[in-house]
């Protein structure tokens, strides 16, 4: 079946540690995102990725890292420079459905969740 | 600069109970607008992409309608396993890589 997966489900920090969450996609997407969920806000967009080898800051890039060398694979870096890491960590990803006008729909994996202790 | 509102911020109904979501948009032209459901601790489901005003789409209980300033998510006779948080997103026109903007999203509770 094709989609999207998340590793860890749940993920544990300490202070001054760099973490990496993976994300990885079989529906052979170009686009891939990044998002943070915090109680009560919507989603906000880390990083996204058109190709390969290509990515671009969102609205809260700041003590996060991305790289896209493959295209099924989008892994974020929450580094130590990211004071307030504690959150629920969306990857998306958005391609061509085959549709007339389906290319819009960003599908989500299942999330990670971050704890810093 | 584009937001989105969605109201209520909560909303608890019985089963059987009709009522709406809102989800209110400005932005300088639109391209898509998108309602998720998302179950605790999940994420997002996708249901409905709306394009233009006067536009509607219908699954199972849920159907979607859009006018130029705002989207209603209908819920009709309500079951508990509808209970979710309810997403909007949009796309405005001009945006690079399919950015969306989203709402904080509406939780819905359904009592038996």
């Known amino acids: 079946d094709g989609g999207i997966t998340q590793s860890p489900k749940y993920l544990f920090r300490k202070e001054g540690q760099n973490v990496t969450l993976s994300c990885e996609q079989n529906?052979?997407?170009?686009?891939m995102y990044w998002y943070r969920q915090d109680p009560g806000q919507g989603l906000r967009l880390i990083y996204y990725?058109?190709?390969?080898?290509?990515?671009q800051k969102g609205d809260i890039a700041e003590g996060y890292s991305v790289s896209r060398e493959k295209k099924e694979s989008f892994p974020l870096t929450v580094t130590s420079a990211q004071k307030n890491p504690t959150a629920f960590y969306l990857c998306?990803?958005?391609?061509?459905?085959?549709?007339?006008?389906?290319?819009?729909?960003?599908?989500f994996g299942p999330g990670t969740r971050l704890t810093v202790l | 600069e584009d937001q989105v509102t969605q109201s209520p911020e909560a909303l608890r109904l019985q089963e059987g109970e009709s009522s709406s979501l809102n989800c209110s948009y400005t932005v300088s032209g639109l391209r898509g607008l998108f309602w998720y459901r998302q179950d605790p601790g999940k994420g997002p489901e996708f249901l409905f992409t709306?394009?233009?005003a006067g536009e509607e789409k219908e699954k199972e209980r849920l159907k979607a309608t859009l006018t130029k300033k705002e989207s209603f998510l209908h819920i009709t006779a309500p079951k508990p396993e509808d209970s979710a948080t309810y997403l909007c997103a949009v796309r405005p026109r001009g945006t690079s890589y399919g950015k969306l903007t989203f709402g904080q999203g509406t939780i819905l509770t359904v009592h038996p």
């Open positions: 529906l052979n997407h170009d686009a």
């Open positions: 990725s058109q190709i390969v080898n290509d990515f």
């Open positions: 709306l394009y233009s």
């Open positions: 998306a990803s958005r391609g061509l459905t085959g549709s007339t006008n389906s290319y819009n729909e960003q599908f």
